[in-house]
């Protein structure tokens, strides 16, 4: 009777805890991270006996975990991916809308302004349209300075995030050691302790969303983790930390440091995966790149207005003021290049632009080794040629080229030598579109005259014809107008013989048939005039003039009328300026619209690309997800099935107790 009351208490004991373990199934259905347990039973040893072996009952061995290291790893991969896309999309799609929103972005501001220009070319003495004109280019710049802040803006935000981010990551960090030294604690008896092992995954899982971190096992049973390219962000019970801060050669922009003990590395560049990673690859890949292309655009529009109004007449007969303000004053020259923080000198450079046509969208790395400088450009790797490399005396002017010696458009005046190891930041176009402002505020001043006229004189007897001059070349902007006049006026006197000459007997000092050759009567023949000082024009002489017949060209003081330079003005709309390959010349360029319209549709081509890519990485999660939950997630089904059956099985196993009792009392009650 002592056997099957030992084999019916060990069923009952067996089913108890299995009755246990289901339960806390059961209860457990909605825990996060939870892994379904079952009880493993195997048999007691037998005993022998005449007849054989006979079974002594059951017994526990273990409460198993329904686990896999590679499903729970798939998920941990793709929730770090996943969260990467999605941090990504959401800065982006802001980005996006901003940019290419019919009241938000450039584009509206741009038409409007080049449409008052052509307002204002039909009629160039009228002063409200000149009015017009001034208005819009004030409401121009305010927009690349909205647009511009709204980014900032956008940038702020990323750097609270990163933080927030950081602390998240930093407070994981510390619970998943604490789980770590609590797990090799308890596995120490032989057993796994299944619950702290459940609440560690998830731990790590929650991690995984905000950096992508590397697992490793060790024999105690606890995990280490990594981070970047393999900095120890928890080995065993013991942590390092994430700190993030004012960049060093940037303090705007906010960078990851791993901090392990009293050290400390930079490790941003490193960082892939969770939404820490799409903060940084968004702010890489996106954000950086636009601010640079909305300042490249900003510059170019100042530089050629300003310029083209510097070689016109106002209508006072006065050399054009410029309509936008100085973007190479000194104080914004300094705010292009930014002093490291670890520079031991006080040394402060200055950016000038010297070719906006040219400028790159990149920021470029200065350093100074005590004798050379060296530079590369960021967007690409590339090494800069500096010009003198190795000042022999300051202040000096560094210029840069690439390798195929393309100028970057941009020039570095040092007042005095830096300290070795000094290292610089240099962001030509950064913040073009933030600094840039309409500074005229008199609309007569507008420059829309052409500082040359010509005429025909009366007396002439044949029917020849002059065009109006077009200054092709400048030798300053804005031009001398002193010098101009000086040369002028210049007579032309056609000597019947195909050229003109002045006196009769001299050829015209400067002036030249392009294509070379004699003047051909009946038909227009382009000529162009050196005025000295660099300054050259061009015109057409047409018709059949008859000989000792004069042309004249002389200063335009008085064009009141006069809206050659305004045309050459709503030229610059559609004249590539923006992106010129010095090597092959301006066609290489594109205009303001189609700079800025390159730039929407980068914006809007990688939006594109990151919804596809979320729409993907989230079907991966929630494969990956569903493969796990199919082997380790609790099924209420299943386990009520089971709650069925252990009581069942407990039920029966107390009725073999109940049976050895009542065979023990039959027995007893024999020898009474």
Not at 70 to 96: G, H, K, M, N, P
Not at 130 to 158: K, M, P, W
Not at 306 to 320: A, C, Y
Not at 377 to 387: E, N, P
Request: charge should be negative; glycine fraction near 10%; hydrophobic fraction near 35%.
């Amino acid at each position: 009777m002592a056997d099957l009351l030992s084999i019916g208490l060990s069923g009952l004991s067996a089913n108890k805890t299995s009755l246990a373990v289901t339960g806390h199934n059961i209860t457990n259905v909605n825990t996060p991270g939870f892994s379904r347990q079952d009880a493993v039973q195997a048999t007691r040893n037998p005993q022998f006996s005449g007849a054989g072996y006979i079974g002594s009952g059951t017994t526990l061995v273990d409460i198993r975990r329904t686990y896999s290291e590679f499903l729970t790893t798939q998920v941990r991969s793709s929730t770090a991916l996943s969260s990467d896309v999605e941090a990504y999309r959401s800065q982006i799609e802001q980005l996006d809308s901003l940019l290419a929103g019919t009241t938000t972005g450039i584009t509206p501001s741009l038409q409007k302004f080049f449409s008052s220009l052509q307002t204002a070319a039909e009629d160039p003495s009228n002063i409200p349209a000149r009015q017009l004109v001034l208005s819009e280019a004030e409401g121009l710049a305010r927009r690349f300075n909205t647009v511009s802040d709204r980014i900032t803006e956008q940038n702020s935000f990323i750097n609270k995030q990163m933080v927030a981010v950081s602390d998240q990551v930093n407070r994981l960090a510390s619970s998943i050691a604490g789980y770590n030294d609590a797990i090799a604690k308890a596995a120490a008896n032989g057993q796994q302790p299944n619950d702290l092992l459940d609440v560690r995954e998830e731990a790590i899982r929650q991690l995984s969303t905000y950096v992508g971190v590397t697992v490793v096992a060790q024999d105690d049973s606890s995990l280490n983790l990594f981070v970047g390219s393999g900095q120890p962000l928890v080995v065993g019970s013991t942590t390092s930390r994430l700190e993030v801060g004012p960049g060093q050669g940037d303090p705007t922009r906010f960078e990851v440091n791993f901090v392990s003990g009293g050290s400390s590395q930079g490790i941003t560049s490193l960082i892939t995966g969770g939404e820490l990673g799409g903060l940084i690859r968004y702010r890489a890949e996106s954000l950086d790149p636009t601010l640079n292309s909305l300042g490249r655009l900003a510059l170019a529009v100042s530089d050629q207005v300003n310029t083209q109004l510097g070689q016109g007449l106002d209508l006072k007969g006065q050399v054009g003021t410029a309509l936008f303000g100085d973007y190479n004053d000194t104080a914004l020259a300094q705010l292009r290049v930014r002093a490291f923080s670890s520079n031991t000198s006080n040394v402060q450079p200055a950016l000038n632009i010297t070719d906006t046509s040219v400028l790159t969208t990149s920021d470029y790395r200065l350093e100074f080794d005590g004798s050379n400088y060296s530079a590369r450009r960021l967007s690409d790797g590339a090494a800069m040629t500096i010009s003198p490399s190795s000042p022999g005396s300051y202040p000096a002017t560094l210029t840069f080229t690439d390798a195929a010696g393309r100028d970057q458009g941009f020039e570095l005046a040092i007042d005095s030598a830096p300290a070795a190891d000094d290292t610089f930041l240099l962001q030509p176009t950064r913040r073009g579109a933030t600094t840039i402002s309409a500074v005229l505020d008199q609309p007569d001043q507008l420059a829309f005259a052409a500082p040359v006229r010509s005429e025909a004189d009366l007396q002439n007897r044949g029917n020849g014809s002059i065009s109006q001059p077009d200054l092709i070349a400048a030798g300053s902007s804005p031009i001398d107008a002193s010098a101009i006049a000086a040369a002028l006026p210049m007579g032309f006197i056609y000597n019947g013989a195909g050229t003109f000459e002045n006196p009769p007997g001299t050829p015209v000092t400067g002036l030249t048939r392009v294509p070379a050759g004699a003047f051909v009567t009946g038909q227009s023949n382009s000529y162009e005039l050196d005025l000295g000082g660099g300054n050259v024009v061009s015109f057409a002489i047409s018709g059949r003039p008859e000989s000792g017949d004069t042309f004249t060209l002389g200063f335009n003081s008085n064009g009141v009328s006069d809206n050659r330079n305004a045309l050459k003005l709503v030229d610059l709309q559609n004249k590539q300026t923006v992106g010129v390959d010095p090597s092959v010349g301006i066609s290489t360029g594109v205009s303001f619209t189609d700079g800025y319209g390159d730039l929407v549709e980068r914006v809007g081509t990688l939006t594109a690309q990151t919804r596809q890519d979320s729409e993907a990485t989230g079907a991966i999660l929630k494969q990956a997800t569903n493969n796990r939950d199919s082997l380790s997630a609790v099924n209420l089904d299943e386990e009520a099935a089971n709650l069925i059956k252990f009581e069942q099985y407990y039920n029966a196993s107390a009725q073999v107790i109940q049976v050895a009792r009542s065979l023990f009392d039959t027995l007893i009650n024999t020898f009474r």
